[in-house]
């Protein structure tokens, strides 16, 4: 019997498998603490001690995480930035202020002790003026050293029960983030040379951390997040190929240049920008959401790429929370058969999304048993 280990990366190398890989995704991809106090950490709570331990024990890990960080000798954010966190009725506020370009820009998140999403109240970005300011940060206000000797320590930890699988966000990702999603796509559209050059400036100092930390820890795989900002119906397909093709690619043939495997985040809508997304290569593609979250089934996408890509995914996390257990093995059986239908360089079965309340309910965590259990027995 081969380890999760090993299936994991058979499965990333295209190689046959004794069964699909089955993974929570942030439930053991996220290192959670049942045992911490802290009134924030939302999994000290009813019935998440039961799904971490299921998740530990029976999945196919694959750890988070990303190179530990330190500012470079030269970094001089502090300059222009100033972070407040504070506590007010409860509830975590965290305020940037930054001040360059003659501007002062400002962001303000909020995040509550029984829900784990840090909710951005107040982007620091809200026009054109503001993102021109912005520019005007130097190269320095971004330079940092990165390290791999916790990704190096953590894969030890995990053994044999799974891999470590490097965290980053592409150019597109941290330029639209700066921003509602309203600015964002307004100003995407209507001012792409603008917004070209904040790609840019986000491009110069991703690229060198992916090209060290692919050198340092070859042969992983990564997860690049931001494909979804420049999908339907955020933005036309036709702006794909000059928001994420133009600067994720880089990105996707730098991890595979050190032997690595580089996955794809995409939510949504894939049906339209499936040949560009084809055109970079990427080893994996996730979450591949059902209809009518995305706009094309897990067969449909199995026939299309499923030779060259491992698809991870397909089950909402909403069928998780809301589907009764007897429906929801049904799906489960569906997505198996799909998933491994036909030729395909391999498929792991994975939620969009984990829970992000404080109580587990006892049919969620059934749930999550019938993957394990289905998945196991395929």
Not at 19 to 26: D, G, M, S
Not at 192 to 209: D, S, T
Not at 286 to 294: F, L
Request: aromatic share 8%; glycine share 8%; with cysteine.
């Amino acid at each position: 019997m081969i380890t999760r280990r090993e299936r994991l990366m058979a499965t990333l190398r295209g190689e046959p498998v004794d069964r699909p890989a089955v993974n929570f995704y942030e439930i053991g991809g996220w290192i959670l603490d049942p045992d911490d106090p802290d009134p924030f950490n939302i999994y000290n709570g009813p019935g998440w001690r039961e799904l971490i331990q299921l998740a530990e024990t029976e999945t196919d890990l694959i750890r988070m995480s990303g190179p530990r960080r330190s500012p470079a000798p030269d970094n001089c954010l502090d300059e222009f930035q100033e972070v407040s966190t504070y506590i007010k009725d409860g509830v975590r506020y965290t305020r940037v202020t930054l001040s360059v370009g003659g501007r002062t820009l400002t962001s303000l998140t909020r995040r509550d002790p029984e829900v784990a999403t840090v909710w951005t109240l107040e982007h620091l970005l809200k026009s054109p003026e503001d993102a021109e300011a912005y520019l005007q940060l130097p190269d320095e206000a971004f330079a940092y050293r990165y390290s791999v000797d916790n990704l190096v320590a953590e894969e030890a930890r995990v053994g044999d029960a799974g891999i470590v699988m490097v965290d980053v966000g592409d150019p597109l990702c941290l330029a639209a983030s700066l921003f509602s999603l309203a600015d964002y796509t307004v100003l995407a559209l209507t001012e792409p040379q603008l917004f070209h050059r904040l790609l840019e400036q986000q491009a110069r100092h991703i690229y060198p951390m992916v090209e060290q930390v692919a050198r340092d820890f070859p042969g992983r795989l990564w997860r690049v997040v931001g494909s979804e900002y420049a999908s339907e119906p955020l933005l036309p397909a036709y702006l794909y190929p000059e928001y994420v093709v133009r600067y994720t690619g880089p990105i996707v043939q730098t991890i595979q240049k050190y032997g690595g495997f580089a996955r794809l985040h995409s939510h949504g809508r894939l049906r339209r920008i499936l040949p560009d997304i084809a055109a970079m290569a990427p080893a994996g593609l996730d979450p591949i959401e059902p209809p009518p979250q995305g706009d094309m089934t897990l067969a449909e996408l199995r026939e299309a790429i499923g030779q060259q890509t491992v698809l991870f995914g397909n089950i909402e996390a909403s069928e998780l929370e809301l589907l009764q257990p007897d429906a929801f093995e049904a799906r489960m059986q569906q997505a198996l058969i799909e998933g491994t239908a036909g030729k395909g360089r391999g498929f792991v079965l994975m939620p969009s999304a984990c829970p992000y309340g404080r109580t587990i309910p006892p049919h969620v965590l059934a749930n999550y048993e019938t993957m394990v259990r289905l998945a196991h027995a395929f």
